[in-house]
């Protein structure tokens, strides 16, 4: 492997052991003396000058890429959609600030090119950070918050039923998540020093529709008339400067689905948000592998329930019927009374999904540079962070207008599994009725077969949600949905960040946020400047959150939207009643019900091991079987490809490395141009035989435009496993072609 990828999976292990320890406990000093430098003077240039900045800011990244062939994928829960290679690793980017005069006050947000956040990957991050840091990092200032993509690895969420298409638990995929983002924390940590923060925000259109807009119209006249849109089109830029003012990096925030790849996509990427933020690092460092930039960039998901970024809306794909190309049923999203062929079209659906994820990518990327290239405003004040749980089932509280009311344990609607029109479900499960008799009866006897069938309360209770699966009353093997969820605040100055366990609506993160906006100022906590964003689903996933209006028509977001009508109305409740906990002279720790339990020691998995890896007869592993084309030259567009005796990759998950590099000779040197988190280049695993262990690899690269003409080739870097003895690596080469 290149040197410029190499890892340390070559010095003995205690070696590397004293070279950690060293590294951390350097890292602890660093610390220390940031933080007095911070709050007195630095050396500058052979000078004493002050520093005025009011934090310490600290940005990194980690590699958090899973098992990308033999794994069902996260997000859409299709059995079918099981990883095949992969199209561009998933990282997690780690932001800390500090109040550089009272370094205690920080708060750590974690950005992670996942679908959601989870209670026992969360667990075991705040575990690490707080044993490597004690008193620094906790379970109040940790914020681990996905981007809600949905072509990543699956298998890593504790709770039953979003594990039933990953066949269980992957433990392999919860480690890589935990082990890149501590890392990405971390190097974050070893990053801080004095800075600058400030927010801008724009709009940014045709990025986004509303995938329900027929819910969205039931929310009251006058509240809509108060909004343009239907969807939230504005971003907002959180900017990172050091304190000469130059930009270290970003933390966007955008309601956009991601799900511009479709299920029908079995290549690991990190979706629309993913690529914004590779576009952004590397037009600020072009030069640099991904993966490897000192500029973070964090793009964010925000209030993203009822968005979709496939923006010229859903459309029948049904050859040889009368509607075929024509516009979904606008109530239920159905082709012919059915779901199945119902899907929403990216703006390059005529192209590929792929190009549908650029553009969209793009589109952000282009925004998140508008506002860092105009005029900001500074952003002032203490940092503070408030967290507690809440026990979800069964929470009463008081409205505004003096009526008790309470939520539900847990429960999915039939419409939940009508899908969306990002991701259609299946057979006679359709958005929008919630009648009870036009449902099939079958479903109303088999129901209670997959769990317990719902009592008179719970019926009751969950309204106009026709119960299909009661999760809150299921606990066999172990929990299948979450009871306990986390409530989270982070302030930054006069901005706060509402970090959410769920997805809200368009609607229902307008009210939260100005709800809890609303409260700030009337509490003196801060004045008529305080901003305030969703981010989320973040911590532990509690699915859907939609308003009473909304829930009433019972689209997917209605159906998903678990702990019942009053879901939204209790989190705005709780949300506020934290805001004292906000306050620059805040003390002490709000009253908390019980953590998630604890479900990973008692999860099950399926998915079996590798056995052994096999080259075929009279070969070796990374021979090339079928080589590039060397006859005459490939030009900007072209793809060139070669495929290898390959391995299975789950046998190492070459995490901070690549499964390949596109080389380029420069100087009579191979210099490595591109590697496997690129978007131009793909990995893609055949598994040949299963009794004879054989499998090939297939390396591809569309060449970009400006791609200097000269000779390149193909690198495959691949782990074998044999029947007995340990696991090894190889490394594979096309022959030398050219680009011109």
Known sequence: ?????????????????????????????????????????????????????????????????????????????????????????????????????????????????????????????????????????????????????????????????????SLGYVNQTAAAIITGSVLAVKRAHASLAPGKLSLGNTTILNANIN???????????????????????????????????????????????????????????????????????????????????TFIAGFTQSNVGDTSPNTLGAFCESPGQPFDGQPCDADHSTCGGTVENCHGRGPGFQISDFESNRIIGQLQFEGAQTIMNGALTPVHGTVKAVHTYVTMANHSFTLPNGTTVSTCPAAMGFAFAGGTTDGPGAFDF???????????????????????????????????????????????????????????????????????????????????????????????????????????????????????????????????????????????????????????????????????????????????AVVFDAAPIGKKFGQVLTDVNTASAYHAGNTVSATFVGANPRNNLRLEGTFLTVDQLVSGQWKSVRTDSHPSTIYSWTRVSTILGTSSVTISWTIENGTPAGSYRLSYFGDSKPLIGSISSFTGTSSTFTVS
Not at 141 to 161: C, D, K, M, P, R
């Open 1 to 165: 492997m290149p040197a410029l990828l190499a890892s340390h999976t070559s010095l003995p292990f205690d070696f590397w052991d004293i070279l950690v320890s060293f590294a951390e406990t350097m890292t602890n000093m660093l610390w220390y003396l940031t933080t007095f430098l911070a709050s007195s003077s630095v050396l500058q240039n052979g000078a004493i000058q002050a520093v005025s900045a009011q934090y310490l800011l600290g940005l990194g990244i980690g590699d958090i890429t899973g098992p990308v062939v033999e794994t069902n994928m996260m997000g859409y829960a299709s059995l079918a959609q099981t990883d095949t290679g992969l199209h561009m690793r998933e990282r997690s980017r780690a932001f800390i600030i500090a109040d550089a005069s009272a370094p205690s006050n920080r708060v750590v947000f974690i950005n992670a090119d996942i679908a959601m956040g989870d209670s026992g990957v969360r667990r075991s991050i705040v575990s690490q950070l707080s044993s490597a840091f004690p008193g620094v990092y906790t379970d109040a200032n940790i914020a681990f918050v996905g981007t809600h993509q949905h072509s990543g690895v699956g298998g890593y969420l504790e709770n039953l039923l979003p594990q039933i298409t």
């Open 211 to 293: 995938r329900s807009p027929t819910a969205y119209l039931a929310n009251p006249a006058d509240e809509r008339a108060r909004y343009q849109f239907d969807q939230d089109k504005d971003m907002t830029v959180l900017r990172f400067d050091d304190a000469s003012g130059n930009a270290r990096g970003l933390l966007s925030f955008f309601a956009v689905h991601g799900t511009s790849l479709y299920e029908n996509n079995t290549l690991v990427s990190a979706d629309n948000k993913g690529m914004a933020a590779f576009l952004y690092e590397s037009s600020v460092e072009p030069n640099s592998v991904p993966g490897n930039t």
């Open 430 to 608: 359709v958005q929008g009725d919630n009648s009870s008799t036009p449902q099939n009866p079958f479903w109303e006897i088999v129901k209670g077969v997959i769990t317990p069938l719902p009592t008179a309360q719970q019926v009751s209770c969950q309204g106009a949600k026709p119960i299909l699966l009661n999760t809150g009353f299921a606990h066999t093997p172990y929990e299948w949905a979450p009871n306990s969820v986390d409530i989270q605040m982070l302030r930054v100055g006069n901005f706060v960040m509402l970090i959410m366990p769920g997805e809200l609506t368009t609607m229902a993160g307008r009210r939260i946020r100005e709800a809890v906006r609303a409260k700030l100022i009337s509490s003196g906590v801060l004045g008529a400047d305080a901003y305030v964003v969703v981010a989320g689903p973040a911590n532990v996933y509690a699915h859907y959150v939609t308003t009473r209006e909304e829930y009433g028509v019972q689209r997917y977001e209605g159906a998903s939207t678990i702990f019942g009508p009053f879901t939204l109305e209790a989190y705005i409740d709780k949300y506020s009643s934290l805001v004292p906990f906000l306050a620059d002279n805040a003390s002490g720790t709000p009253a908390s019900d019980a953590p998630p339990p604890q479900q990973t020691s008692k999860a099950i998995s399926l998915q079996t």
